[in-house]
């Protein structure tokens, strides 16, 4: 009785730092990477190298960074359940922020300040666009079959996006074996 | 209602390098499938920035709330996160039997999510370009260039866009 009460205190402690992050937190994924690092290295819950391994293994997975290191980190640290709170640590904050605000917005969306204000943000969505696609060029290891996959699939998928999944999947695929990779079963 | 959250599973899936990789998705499906205007499209898009939390997440939440409610909004949130819960579970049983060589695997993901990116941002960019609207055009260039050269944190431009906004257009 006494070890299952300490095991739900620890996952309310995982749950509780995921939670107090999220919250801490807007602009979304990237900016909070930073601070779950912090925080689990300042409570010795996990070693640095540890945490870029985990981190790695996020790029191999689709979805939000910020949330498939959480299921990590808590499947690490917690096993299965580990990995529901602290997942369900990250989401909570996020999730009733947008619905307070989506059951606001609805009653105003429709004034002309609203609409302009809306305008300026897209406007600079664009902008911040440009800089997520700068920075991932950056760190791309470029040669010419890299290029080549590149335009051949920007160039296709600019005139049918219905083909985006299919065509991701043949790019991957192609750079894959070209860079020597091989799938062993 | 079964449509959507198969729409939001397929974006869930093919999210690799993170939201804004299938910005540009949500926004050709939603608005081509009838279920928005480009004006609710910005609307979402801008809450989803303005609220703690990651971007493609945030937009499925608000779209499932919009449509169905409360439970629309929890089940469109889950069928996003779906996909890599389901790869991590797959990896865990089969990681002894296949052999993968990462490196490879992870570059070879990085041009694919380049690939997508550049469709976001041709996907929420080209309007500008095509009605050559000069002053949305510098807006873009001067806050790209403030955020490689600063570190001051996006949402400030996006508030101060917005205000901006209400003054000169």
Not at chain 1, 54 to 69: C, K
Not at chain 1, 112 to 141: D, M, P, R, W
Not at chain 2, 3 to 17: D, P, V
Request: net charge positive.
């Amino acid at each position: 009785m006494r070890n299952l009460s300490l095991r739900n205190k620890e996952l309310m402690a995982i749950f509780f730092l995921f939670f107090k992050i999220s919250v801490l937190t807007i602009g979304g994924g990237y900016a909070m990477v930073p601070s779950v690092e912090r925080a689990l290295l300042k409570k010795d819950l996990i070693e640095e190298e540890e945490f870029y391994d985990v981190l790695a293994i996020t790029q191999s997975l689709p979805g939000s960074v910020i949330f498939n290191l959480s299921l990590l980190i808590g499947k690490k640290l917690k096993g299965f359940w580990g990995a529901m709170f602290a997942s369900l640590g990250v989401m909570i904050p996020p999730f009733f922020a947008i619905i307070i605000i989506a059951s606001l917005i609805q009653s105003y969306s429709d004034s002309i300040y609203i609409q302009k204000f809306l305008e300026g943000c897209y406007i600079a969505t664009v902008g911040l666009t440009s800089l997520v696609f700068y920075k991932v060029i950056k760190n791309l290891n470029v040669n010419k079959i890299n290029i080549f996959l590149f335009l051949l699939g920007v160039i296709i998928l600019v005139f049918n996006r219905n083909l985006t999944f299919f065509i991701f999947v043949f790019l991957v695929v192609l750079n894959y074996l070209y860079e020597g990779g091989r799938i062993k079963c | 209602m079964l449509n959507i959250f198969l729409i939001f599973l397929y974006i869930g899936s093919i999210a690799f390098g993170g939201g804004w990789a299938v910005v540009g998705i949500i926004k050709d499906l939603m608005i081509n499938q009838n279920y928005m205007s480009i004006n609710e499209f910005k609307e979402i898009l801008a809450v989803a920035q303005l609220t703690p939390g990651p971007i493609a997440v945030n937009m499925a939440t608000y779209i499932g709330y919009k449509y169905y409610g409360l439970a629309g909004a929890i089940l469109n949130t889950f069928f996003l996160v779906l996909p890599p819960i389901l790869i991590i579970l797959a990896y865990n049983i089969l990681r002894n039997k296949i052999n993968i060589k990462k490196d490879s695997l992870i570059n070879s993901l990085k041009l694919g999510t380049a690939v997508l990116i550049f469709l976001t941002l041709y996907s929420l960019g080209s309007q500008f370009i095509i009605n050559f609207d000069v002053r949305a055009i510098i807006i873009i260039f001067v806050t790209f260039i403030l955020l490689v050269k600063t570190k001051i944190d996006p949402i400030f431009f996006i508030i101060g866009t917005g205000f901006l906004a209400i003054l000169v257009l």
